[in-house]
Each structure stands twice: as structure tokens, then as C-alpha cells.
């Protein structure tokens, strides 16, 4: 069984909304190499198995899940959430869920979007992170050109680590890394002692696995191995040539390699032996994949397939998720359609924008409404059919009601007898009123609130559909 929120939650960010269609991940672990240095390390990859052996990555700017059956093989898709932006990488550290997309790195609280509605998520940094990130000892890794930054889970505290670095790995040991110009070195995690371990005549990429790195140069041709207890280099058995910029994945009984020629191959550790990867022809880089057990999870943003390499049955398997995406997508339009429900919920599908200017916005499948941001408000829903709007610090003691949107179908004139109210907007099949309550719901005596609450007030009596164009806060869709 998947592990899920309890309740589907509506999650704004400050320069991305996600938007959670099924339910998010509770707990996410995402497995790396199996060395125990690295046990306790948190990679922010383009794909994740969490410990109830389910898969999560990012289509596009949709977050996806699939259960990984007892095969190792990924199904029963579900789309988890829709951000505003494409998403890079993610991953759980503690009771957090880091995302870094496009438009930049967010931290929000999985306790807090358990409990539904609306959850404004803290935006740690303006960087996409698209070469991935990593979590140790409560601070992330993650590289900026070819500099190795850290920085609390927080957001602050950002500290240089190490410059000229083309690749690392977290461990508890240390950070080791490669420099763009070659060599290999272990570095404290405050980045004060280092020492060389390896000499590389050439830029290089690591992977970490048991006791051994495995390392290849940018133009590909040789795989070395640095052991670490050893303190070793000896050069990895394998039939053909490396290609150029590819990774090479390794655990402890077999290594994955691509050939100049563009093709797949297994190397056997235990009897020295080389495979083919069944119909292979692409592997992921560094970023886009996690090995789990003796299988390798990728997924590829540009060609939009999801990987699966077998590597002890020599089996591979591609899922085109555009293909996948289009069909969950229709099953979940008819699925929460009204005409086929013969339900209709004025909060379907609702979510808080986090607006960079003046105004957020209220955000549902029928309606916005933009609401300013420097004043502390929220919503709520009453029923199917109407949500209030709140002057959030007056709302336990008096009240702090503003507005409230209400939807009526035509032929009805319930609404006429209201002693306060404007007609916000009007579709084929319904007519939304703005009711206003007759009172002051704030304290007379507070005057920081009465303020606030007048300026909130005040931008609602804007909402008429008679309104001039661009002066109505609200519109209907």
C-alpha cells in the first residue's frame, strides 16, 4: 500500500503553486549507495523509493508515484501533485519535503499538508539545483557552477564548501570529490582539512559503493576503482570503450555501464563477466537516477521515459509517462467532473497563490479571487457551495469575517434577501454573490486591526460584475 497523507492538501509557493491531486508521501527515503558512510545521507534525485517500495519522480511539473512490486518493477501510477514549474529533484529529510523545480528550491511540512487546506511552503532559494542536491547532518550539499555550497535545511547559513569541484558524494567520512581539472580528494564536511587520494589526469565523475569508487573521465574510454581501505586505484574489467559524459553505475555485485557505441552493458563483479542490457540504449546521468538493491531507477526530463535496469536479471524496461500522464489525467477529469458526479463543490481543486506583488490569489476550479498579501487572511470552507474569506488575527475573537463567496444556480433568488451583497460573477450555470456581514467582525479598540480589516474590507466591495474592467478582484472561469 502506498503511504499517503490522510487528507489531500493544497500547497502554495512563493514563485510556484503545488497543487496535490492524489495524496503526497508521508515518508520518503531515497537509497543510495551501500557503502554505511553514506546510510545516513538524503539524495535529492530525479527519482525516489521510499521504504514502503514506492517510486516518486517528476514529470514535467507533475510529482508521480508507481509501486514497485516484489520484481523491482515499477506500476499502478498515480499523479501525486502539479507544481507551477518542471521539478529537478526531491527528497525527505525528517518531517520536511525538499523540491527543487524550475523556478526554484521550497521546504514544506508534510505534518502541515497533512491536515488539508492551504500550506505556504518556505522557498529556500531562487536555484533550480538541477545538477541534484544531498542532506547530511541537517545541512543540504549541492553545487553552483563549480562551487560545492551547503546551507542549513533552513535556508540559511550558506557557506562555501570547496570551488573547482566537477562532482562529490556526502559521506559520514567526509565529502569526496573531483575537482574540474582531475584528481579525487576526501574533505572534512566544513571544508578545513583535505586530503588527495587519486590522480586523474582529466575531469571525472564518482560513485561510491561498499568500500570502492568507481570514476571515469569526461571522455569516457577507461572505469577505474579507488579503494578506500586499500587506498588503491586498478582499472574495472569491462569489453568495450566507455562513452564520452556517461555515468557509470556500480553496487557491490555488478557495474552498468555505456559504451562508445551507445549500448548497454552489465559487468558481473563476481565471475568477471560482461552482459548485455537487454534493448538498453540510454542510461541516466549522476541526477537523474538511484540505484535500489540491484536495480537502477532513472528517469529522463527530455525524452519524458521512466527507467528501470534489472541488473541481476539483465532486464530493462522504458515507460513513456506522456503517455501514462494523458491517461490518468482523463481518468481523473471524468472522475471529478460535475456533469458525470452530479456534484458540484465550490472548493474543488482550490490553492493559494503566493503572489511576488501586492496580491495573492484564491485559486479554485470556477473562480479567483486576488486578496492583498499584506494583510493576514485566510479562507474557509462553509459547505458545497460558499467559502468565507477571514481577517485571520480577529477571527477566534471576533469573528473576522470579510466576505463570503457563494454559489446559486440560475432561477434561484434565495440571495435577494440578503441584506448585504453584490453579484461577484456569472457563468452558464451558476451566479456567485459576494455576501458581506453587517457588522464590524474585528475589535473597535484595536486600531492595527481595525485598519487591516478595513483595508481587506474595502478591496472586497470592489467585487461586482458590474465592475469596470480590471477593477473586480474576482473572475470566473
Known amino acids: 500500500m502506498k503511504t499517503k497523507l490522510s487528507k489531500a492538501a493544497k500547497i502554495g509557493i512563493a514563485a510556484g503553486v503545488v497543487v496535490i491531486v492524489g495524496a503526497i508521501i508521508a515518508v520518503l527515503i531515497i537509497t543510495g549507495a551501500s557503502k554505511d558512510s553514506m546510510k545516513d545521507v538524503t539524495l535529492g534525485r530525479s527519482v525516489a523509493v521510499d521504504s514502503s517500495n514506492v517510486a516518486f519522480w517528476g514529470h514535467g511539473n507533475y510529482l508521480c508515484s508507481g509501486l514497485v512490486d516484489d520484481a523491482g518493477s515499477i506500476g499502478d501510477f498515480t499523479i501525486e501533485a502539479q507544481m507551477t514549474s518542471g521539478i529537478n529533484s526531491l527528497a525527505v529529510f525528517e518531517s520536511d519535503l525538499y523540491v527543487a523545480a524550475a523556478d526554484g528550491f521550497f521546504r514544506y511540512g508534510l505534518e502541515e499538508m497533512e491536515k488539508g487546506g492551504t500550506v505556504k511552503p518556505k522557498q529556500l532559494m531562487d536555484d533550480s539545483l538541477s545538477d541534484g542536491f544531498e542532506i547530511y547532518d541537517g545541512k543540504i550539499y549541492y553545487i553552483y557552477g563549480y562551487t560545492l555550497y551547503s546551507m542549513n535545511t533552513s535556508g540559511k547559513g550558506e557557506t562555501t564548501v570547496a570551488e573547482d569541484v566537477n562532482d562529490y ?121 538511484v540505484m535500489v538493491g540491484n536495480t537502477l531507477y532513472g528517469y529522463n526530463k527530455y525524452s519524458g521515459k521512466l527507467y528501470e535496469y534489472n541488473l541481476a536479471d539483465k532486464t530493462y524496461k522504458e515507460t513513456k509517462m506522456e503517455e501514462v500522464l494523458a491517461d490518468l489525467l482523463a481518468k481523473s477529469e471524468k472522475k471529478s467532473s460535475p456533469s458525470n458526479s452530479g456534484s458540484y463543490d465550490i472548493a474543488d481543486n482550490i490553492i493559494r497563490y503566493a503572489g511576488e506583488g501586492s496580491e495573492d490569489m484564491l ?115
Open 169 to 289: 558524494d556526502v559521506t559520514s567520512d567526509g565529502i569526496y570529490y573531483t575537482k574540474k581539472d582531475g584528481n579525487i580528494y576526501l574533505l572534512s564536511t566544513d571544508g578545513a582539512q583535505q586530503n588527495l587520494l587519486a590522480k586523474t589526469e582529466e575531469p571525472c565523475t564518482i560513485n561510491i559503493t561498499g568500500d570502492n569508487i568507481y570514476y571515469s573521465s569526461q571522455k569516457g574510454k577507461d572505469v577505474y576503482v579507488y579503494n578506500i581501505k586499500k587506498e588503491t586505484s586498478t582499472k574495472a574489467y569491462k569489453k568495450e570503450a566507455l562513452a564520452p559524459y556517461s555515468y557509470v553505475w556500480a553496487n557491490e555485485d555488478y557495474m552498468l555501464y555505456k559504451t562508445d557505441s551507445y549500448k548497454c552493458r552489465i559487468v558481473s563483479l563476481a565471475d568477471v563477466k560482461e552482459f548485455k542490457a537487454t534493448d538498453a540504449d540510454d542510461l541516466p546521468d549522476k541526477e537523474q537516477g
Open 363 to 477: 485559486d479554485t476550479k470556477y473562480f479567483s479571487l486576488l486578496v492583498p498579501n499584506d494583510v493576514e487572511w485566510e479562507w474557509e470552507k462553509n459547505d458545497s457551495t460558499s467559502i468565507t474569506i477571514y481577517y485571520s488575527p480577529a477571527k477566534k475573537s471576533n469573528g473576522g469575517e470579510v466576505v463570503t463567496i457563494a454559489a446559486y444556480d440560475w432561477g434561484s433568488n434565495a440571495y435577494g434577501d440578503l441584506p448585504d451583497y453584490t453579484i461577484a460573477g456569472k457563468t452558464e450555470d451558476k451566479i456567485y454573490v459576494a455576501i458581506f456581514p453587517t457588522d464590524q467582525q474585528v475589535s473597535s479598540t484595536d486600531e492595527k486591526q481595525s485598519s487591516e480589516y478595513a483595508k481587506l474590507v474595502k478591496h472586497m466591495r470592489n467585487v461586482n460584475d458590474k465592475a469596470t474592467s480590471g477593477s473586480n478582484p474576482f473572475s470566473v472561469k
